[in-house]
């Protein structure tokens, strides 16, 4: 739906399993939409935005609601205290140019914290599995999030996230096992901006991180990756380390780490204005 704002909402909005074109959650032109505690999941469009699409200056702010204090981790195995994107897929995407299987940002921003990136895809050979921007001059925050196999029905989705005329951050995150053909991050054109700091970045089957054009502005710091040939060179690159980031347990999709990960635990400065906390 068209939706002027929606304000400080719990939302469950799954198995839409619709016919539409584009937002097959949510559908926004020229809104304002701020949640917590949300589950946009299973859900399935032909074009765009199979979770959320975003449009003509609409904006979708999303964290927990925390009322008793500081923020603590919402980790749990079954991520049941996250934010969820889960499983939202684009149809024939090869076919019709699918972009953005969790959510489609156009003209408009995104501020997300705390929320689980799973099981959502382009459709093949679409453009971001789980993120697409296009023209959207402010800088989106995507923060304190996992990214965990993305682009699975296919596997050749063209990228993760994909940025065209647009500036997006990701601080905090863990990017893990997704599915991609191309690279993870896709910045199509010179004027885009993208930045990835203090993240883990680990493919078994060693996808591409980056792919970009040569005038864009691409910055990581702290980052531990499988693959570090394909970042920008110093000084956009700082700290970038290879090696086993030692999760609890992957095959369980259990991505905290254990006590003994040196390359990742307290490796850097926390990033102000965040808490010391990720998922």
């Known amino acids: 739906e068209i939706m002027p704002s929606l304000v400080g909402s719990e939302m469950c909005i799954r198995d839409s399993k619709n016919t539409a074109l584009i937002g097959g959650g949510i559908y926004a032109y020229n809104s304002v939409i701020n949640g917590t505690n949300i589950d946009i999941s299973n859900n399935m469009v032909s074009l765009s935005g199979a979770g959320v699409s975003l449009n003509f200056n609409s904006s979708f702010a999303v964290d927990l609601n925390d009322p008793i204090g500081p923020m603590v981790s919402c980790w749990k195995t079954n991520v049941s205290q996250c934010n969820l994107m889960n499983g939202n897929i684009i149809q024939n995407g090869a076919a019709t140019g699918g972009r953005g299987g969790a959510i489609d940002v156009t003209d408009s921003l995104i501020t997300v914290e705390h929320m689980w990136f799973e099981n959502n895809d382009a459709g093949g050979q679409g453009d971001g599995a789980a993120l697409a921007f296009t023209s959207s001059a402010n800088t989106s925050h995507i923060d304190q999030v996992v990214f965990h196999n993305n682009g699975y029905a296919t596997g050749d989705d063209n990228s993760l996230i994909n940025l065209n005329f647009s500036s997006a ?77 030692m999760f609890y347990n992957r095959e369980a999709d259990d991505f905290r780490l254990r006590p003994e990960s040196v390359l990742t635990i307290d490796r850097c400065e926390p990033i102000m204005g965040l808490s010391s906390l990720d998922l």
């Not at 893990?176 to 990835?196: C, K, M, P, T, Y």
């Not at 883990?200 to 591409?208: A, G, K, Q, R, Y």
């Open 169 to 245: 951050q990701v601080r905090q995150a863990t990017l893990v096992d997704n599915n991609i053909q191309q690279a993870l991050v896709h910045v199509v054109d010179g004027s885009s901006e993208f930045q990835l700091l203090n993240s883990i970045v680990n493919n078994l089957n060693f996808d591409p991180v980056f792919d970009f054009a040569g005038a864009a502005f691409v910055h990581t710091e702290c980052v531990l990756t499988h693959d570090a040939s394909t970042f920008p060179w110093a000084p956009h690159a700082e700290n970038v380390l290879s090696g086993d980031p």
